[in-house]
């Protein structure tokens, strides 16, 4: 049996001896004709070599089976596997082109905790105990007693980087900022902004101008237009709300920009000179400006997505197209 080299060679070899009409099988016919006394002996004999020969016969299909297994069977002209491919979240790849426009214009990338004191997030931004305006941002406590919120803005960044650096300072915030929102399609607790902070000696409100009319167009293209709205914060003055010319229409006026043909962007304004006596910062002599920006409302213009909460439901059928 060992010397059968296929499955079917051994087959024929166990039919031989084994199978109903074989070999064995004949020996054990003819036990009838062997002499009374003999007949016990000869059927043990029998019996032994039964066995013996079922055990080759199992060794030898073991055998087949391993020379089987370990022959290489690999096709090498089928294609291979396909992998899937992740790919970066929106968000990310929304960030990074941010970064990297301002990278561009000789801003640095800082970075600050998520977890402040009310002193980053709102005193040393000229936002007083009681003032109006911290209830703009309904702020989540990690801490009441202990003064520690989750930033409600990156402006608190700002304090950190003027508290670490002197002039000139330009840098750029991203980073994930808290507020006590019930999600809808606009709002979520939790979203996205990119600081912005450039103080010098000489530094007026046109190279604000300048510098969010540069981003705007590098990001949505050479026609985009820019516009600023007075307003109010109180870590800048003056204060203003900044648009861009809508990224869908260009301006004509269309349903996302509500026939306005502006997009609401976000704040920007000169720093406030109560702002650099916090940081020792000689407000004679520097001046400088800071803006936001909301990164999944960018985000969401770039792409025209009309729901924030798509950003974080991880839904592979939307993350997939990015
Ligand atoms: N921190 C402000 C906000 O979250 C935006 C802002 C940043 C305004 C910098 C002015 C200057 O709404």
């Known amino acids: 049996m060992k010397n059968a080299d296929s499955d079917e060679a051994l087959e024929s070899v166990r039919i031989q001896y084994l199978g109903r009409k074989g070999e064995l099988a004949d020996l054990f016919q003819a036990i009838g004709t062997v002499p009374e006394s003999e007949r016990r002996e000869i059927g043990r004999l029998l019996n032994a070599t039964k066995t013996h020969l079922l055990e080759s016969f199992e060794k030898a299909s073991n055998a087949l089976q391993n020379r089987a297994d370990n022959v290489e069977t690999v096709d090498l002209t089928l294609p291979g596997d396909r992998l899937p491919l992740g790919s970066l979240h929106p968000l990310t790849q929304v960030t990074r082109e ?5 990278q561009s214009m000789g801003f640095t990338v800082a ?4 977890i402040e004191t009310e002193y980053y ?4 931004l000229n936002i007083p105990r009681g003032h109006p305006a911290r209830d703009m941002q309904d702020t989540l406590f990690i801490s009441e007693a202990d003064e520690i919120v989750l930033r409600t803005h ?3 960044v700002q304090i950190h980087v003027m508290e670490n650096q002197s002039p000139p300072v330009r840098v750029i915030a991203p980073g994930r900022v808290y507020r006590r929102d019930t999600p809808d399609a606009s709002h979520s607790p939790v979203f996205h902004q990119i600081e912005g902070l450039a103080v010098d000696e000489g530094i007026n409100f046109a190279d604000l101008k300048g510098t969010i009319l540069n981003f705007a167009q590098r990001m949505f293209g050479s026609d985009m237009q820019i516009r600023f709205r007075p307003s109010f914060f109180p870590f800048t003055e003056p204060s203003a709300e900044y648009d861009f010319s809508c990224v869908i229409c260009r301006g004509k006026g269309c349903r996302v920009c509500q026939g306005t043909g502006w997009i609401e962007i976000s704040g920007a304004g000169m720093v406030n000179p109560a702002v650099y006596q916090y940081v020792h910062y000689d ?4 001046t400088g400006f800071a803006f936001g920006m909301g990164v999944e409302r960018i985000a969401m213009l770039m792409y025209e997505i009309n729901d924030i909460r798509y950003f974080y439901e991880n839904d592979i059928r939307f993350l997939r197209q990015f």
């Open 98 to 102: 941010i970064k990297s426009c301002f």
């Open 283 to 286: 407000a004679e002599k520097y």
């Open 121 to 124: 997030n709102f005193d040393a």
């Open 111 to 114: 970075q600050g905790p998520e």
């Open 154 to 156: 990156t402006s608190p």
